[in-house]
C-alpha cells in the first residue's frame, strides 16, 4: 500500500478578464486563460519550470516526476506543497533522487506546447514498456468517449487556448479530466491522479485534444495505456513509437469519424453503430 505523500490543496484562478474592441470598436470584455510559470524544487535543488494553467499543480508535479523517471515510488516522497505567492512548488522525498545531477543534464526539447521537456534516455526504455496484449476497444465505447468530451464543460468553450486530456476506463466512463496550457503538462497531471489513486493503465483509454507525438506516446506507454485517442493527427516519431509499443492510435476522432493507425487487431469494429445516435449515460 502506497504512503500517500502530504500534499497543498493549492486553489488558483484559471481565467482572467481582460478588455478588447472588436472590428466595429466596440468594447467588451472575454475570459482567456491564465498561464503562469510554477518553478519545482526537488530537496531544495531547482528542477524546472513549468508553464501551467495552474488547475491541479500538485498532481501535475507528481506526474511530471513520475514520467521523467526521477521518481519510481510514490512512497519516496513525503510532500509536494504548491505556494502560488511565489510560483513554486516544493517536493521534499523521503530519501534524496541518487545521481539527480546526472539524471537531469540531458534534456531533449520536444514539440509540446510550452517547449516541454524531457529527460535523456526515455527512449531508451521503451522496449521495457509491455502493455497488455489482451486489452480491445469497442466501436460503440470509442463513439461514446468522443460524445462525452464534446458535451465535457471545460475552460477550453469559455477561454479556448488550452488543450484537455481525459483518461477512461474500458467501458467508457470518464475518471479523470485535465485542461493546462500543454498538452504535455496535462498528460502529466493526469498521470499523478492516477499514481495518488493507485489506477493501473492496462484497458484504460488516453484522450487528448492535441497532437499524439512520440512524447505523448511515451507518457502513455509509461502509464501502461493502451488505447491513445486524438481529435488531432500524429507525428511520425508519434507513429514509429506507437508501433512499436503495440499501441492503437486513433487521430481525428470527432463524430462518428475516426483513423485508426496502429495496432489495428486492438479495435473490435461494430459497423451497425456508425449511423446510431450515440447517449452518453
Given amino acids: 500500500m502506497n504512503r500517500r505523500p502530504l500534499l497543498s490543496n493549492a486553489v488558483i484562478n484559471l481565467t482572467r478578464s481582460v478588455e478588447v474592441v472588436d472590428e466595429r470598436g466596440r468594447v467588451s470584455e472575454i475570459a482567456i486563460p491564465a498561464e503562469r510559470?510554477?518553478?519545482?524544487?526537488?530537496?531544495?535543488?531547482?528542477?524546472?519550470?513549468?508553464?501551467?494553467?495552474?488547475?491541479?499543480?500538485?498532481?501535475?508535479?507528481?506526474?511530471?516526476?513520475?514520467?521523467q523517471?526521477?521518481?519510481?515510488?510514490?512512497?519516496?516522497?513525503?510532500?509536494?506543497?504548491?505556494?502560488?505567492?511565489?510560483?513554486?512548488v516544493v517536493v521534499t522525498t523521503r530519501g534524496g533522487i541518487d545521481d539527480i545531477e546526472a539524471r537531469t543534464a540531458k534534456r531533449v526539447v520536444t514539440t509540446g506546447c510550452g517547449?516541454?521537456?524531457?529527460?535523456?534516455?526515455?527512449?531508451?526504455?521503451?522496449?521495457?514498456?509491455?502493455l497488455d496484449p489482451a486489452a480491445?476497444?469497442?466501436?460503440?465505447?470509442?463513439?461514446?468517449?468522443?460524445?462525452?468530451?464534446?458535451?465535457?464543460?471545460?475552460?477550453?468553450?469559455?477561454?479556448?487556448?488550452?488543450?484537455?486530456?481525459?483518461?477512461?476506463?474500458a467501458e467508457g466512463d470518464m475518471l479523470y479530466f485535465v485542461e493546462d496550457v500543454g498538452r504535455h503538462n496535462a498528460v502529466d497531471a493526469i498521470a499523478g491522479r492516477m499514481w495518488l489513486d493507485d489506477?493501473?493503465?492496462d484497458d484504460k483509454i488516453f484522450y487528448t485534444t492535441g497532437r499524439l507525438t512520440s512524447e505523448m506516446v511515451i507518457?502513455?506507454?509509461?502509464?501502461?495505456?493502451?488505447?491513445?485517442?486524438?481529435?488531432?493527427?500524429?507525428?511520425?516519431?508519434?507513429?514509429?513509437?506507437?508501433?512499436r509499443l503495440n499501441m492503437a492510435l486513433l487521430a481525428r476522432c470527432t463524430g462518428k469519424h475516426f483513423l485508426?493507425?496502429?495496432?489495428k487487431d486492438r479495435i473490435v469494429f461494430e459497423p451497425e453503430y456508425v449511423d446510431r445516435p450515440v447517449r452518453v449515460a
Avoid at 517547449?115 to 509491455?130: K, N, P, R
Avoid at 485508426?260 to 495496432?263: G, P, R, V
Wanted: glycine share 10%; charged share 20%.
Fill in 37 to 67: 510559470p510554477l518553478t519545482v524544487y526537488v530537496d531544495k535543488r531547482e528542477l524546472v519550470t513549468l508553464m501551467t494553467l495552474g488547475g491541479a499543480p500538485e498532481a501535475l508535479t507528481l506526474g511530471y516526476l513520475r514520467n
Fill in 69 to 88: 523517471r526521477l521518481v519510481r515510488s510514490l512512497d519516496d516522497i513525503a510532500s509536494v506543497q504548491v505556494d502560488w505567492d511565489v510560483d513554486a
Fill in 115 to 130: 517547449q516541454g521537456s524531457m529527460f535523456g534516455g526515455l527512449m531508451d526504455e521503451v522496449d521495457a514498456i509491455v
Fill in 136 to 169: 480491445r476497444l469497442r466501436q460503440s465505447v470509442l463513439y461514446r468517449i468522443v460524445d462525452t468530451i464534446r458535451t465535457q464543460n471545460s475552460v477550453y468553450k469559455q477561454a479556448g487556448s488550452v488543450h484537455g486530456c481525459a483518461l477512461f476506463t
Fill in 199 to 201: 489506477v493501473r493503465g
Fill in 219 to 243: 507518457k502513455g506507454g509509461q502509464m501502461g495505456i493502451p488505447f491513445l485517442l486524438s481529435r488531432s493527427g500524429t507525428t511520425q516519431m508519434g507513429h514509429q513509437v506507437a508501433d
Fill in 260 to 263: 485508426l493507425l496502429t495496432a
